[in-house]
């Protein structure tokens, strides 16, 4: 169970239920807490919490338990810790208010996740 396979497993998740301007960020270097950060939006509460049941249930299938959320009462910001992972779902505006990946990722590096995402056609 390597962080790639993780990573993987998160953005598919997140993909079925539709979530928005998913960025991967690898942080092992700069931070104790994990080694990436995979961040994410959704319009509304509703699809921001749809995405979190999505991930819980996608990575607890292939073996990786949530240690602890935050804020899903709320449905704003939802953040996930899955170890070597912890995932940020928010809520459109309020990932623009806190730019977290402009804060990590001027610290860590991006990591391609675009093979796992479903390119559609419109």
Known sequence: MTLENMLEVAVKA???KRAEDLVA???HEVSLVADAFLILDAPTNRQVLAIVDEIEDKMAEA???LF???GRNEGEWVLMNFGDLIVHVFKKEIRSFYGL?????AQG???DIEQWLV???F
């Open 101 to 105: 990946e402009k804060l990590w990722g």
């Open 109 to 111: 590096q991006d990591i």
């Open 14 to 16: 997140a993909d079925t």
């Open 63 to 65: 073996g990786y338990p």
């Open 119 to 121: 390119k559609e056609d």
């Open 68 to 70: 602890k959320h935050e």
């Open 25 to 27: 960020i690898d942080i």
